[in-house]
């Protein structure tokens, strides 16, 4: 469980729990939160704990040592890529936020695990890199982000050879349009975190909500789905459907639409995955069609959300450029929630740093990881220029 202690990994452990004859948490990782992870550990008692902050680490491993309990902690890049690889994991809930899930969740795949992918933003930096290590080492990929999850229901089968091949025309990928999709555009400007941070239809980590209300979240996963399903950008059409109840849908070339449609709640893809071909209980309701009573469909509005339109053109460069795309959007994102930055400059950033950092062909991760690092870079130096304009 790489970031047991987010949103998704607590989802995760959830409906782990709801199945303790079937699964068992081997490790359990976050970042920092040494006392949320000392709770989990007491609770699900898995053989190793990773902090990825050294202190915290250290933190951790007294607090254990105290109640006596015997669970190995690590720390470190290096401790989380430890685990995603342990011979007694076969599966690896990659649930990390950001950049920061690559590195084990390409560990994960290296190593042959049944990952199960909600880390978006690691397909979106390294997509090929990480395809083509999931197909060497004969790894299963099976994606929890809920649209994905859903596309990946509808296909019929492994879209190596391209969607045309199986019939498919287009991926009808679903989004709600985040808090702010009919808030008047003057508004947008002032808009302050915690607005943002409450989505109408999920709960979810803070970066995740910010970029569902600029809509990045949608434009990050038109590359993941580019990624996972063997798709062209152009294949891939937005549908703005606010109620959130169909998570996605498959157009095949003879009419028929196969859509996947359930309550916003994480733990559906989440059990869908741990338990594929099968299907277990992942304790969501049953879907109320008769309370939903109506779905409304509406083209995204790409002068309204421009980073939608970013991660497009991103995509459509290729090689680094969504690496890029992401560096300098989780770099925006952290200054608007650190009310460094109004919302509506978090596109700018990433416009102006796509701008400015020339892309390349994404040949190694060495070279994913050095454009990451300079988008990173020049996001924060331009960032520091627009505050410098705005109190002046
Ligand atoms: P979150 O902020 O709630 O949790 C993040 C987890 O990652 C925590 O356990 C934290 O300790 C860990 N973490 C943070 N920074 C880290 C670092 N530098 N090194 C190692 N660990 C670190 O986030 P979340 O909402 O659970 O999202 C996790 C991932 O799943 C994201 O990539 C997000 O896009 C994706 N996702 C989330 C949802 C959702 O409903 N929350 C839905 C679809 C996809
Ligand atoms: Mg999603």
Known sequence: MLGATGSIGVSTLEVIKRHEDRFHAVALTANSQVERLFELCLEFRPEYAVMVDDDSAQQLHERLKLADIGIEVLSGIAGLEQ??????????????????????????????????????????????????????????????????????????????GGLAAIGVSHILLTASGGPFRTTPMERLAGIAPEEACSHPNWVMGRKISVDSATMMNKGLEVIEACWLFNAEPDQIQVVIHPQSIIHSMVQYTDGSVLAQLGNPDM?????????????????????????????????????????LRLAYEAIRTGGTCPAILNAANEIAVQAFLDRQLPFTAISEVVEATLERVSSRPAESLAAVLRDDASARQQALQLIGQMEGQSRA
């Open 267 to 307: 733990r559906t893809p989440i059990a869908h995955a741990l338990a594929w071909p099968e299907r277990i209980d992942s304790g969501v309701p049953p879907l109320d069609l008769f309370a939903v009573a109506r779905f409304d469909f509406e083209i995204p509005d790409l002068a309204r959300f421009p980073c």
């Open 83 to 160: 685990v995603a690889a342990l011979p007694q994991a076969d599966y690896v809930m990659a649930a990390i936020v950001g950049a920061a899930g690559l590195e084990p969740a390409l560990a994960a795949a290296a190593a042959g695990k049944r990952i199960l992918l909600a880390n978006k933003e690691a397909l979106v930096m390294s997509g090929r890199i990480f395809m083509d290590t999931v197909r060497k080492s004969g790894a299963e990929l099976l994606p929890v982000d809920s649209e994905h999850n859903a596309i990946f229901q509808c296909m019929p089968s492994s879209a190596e």
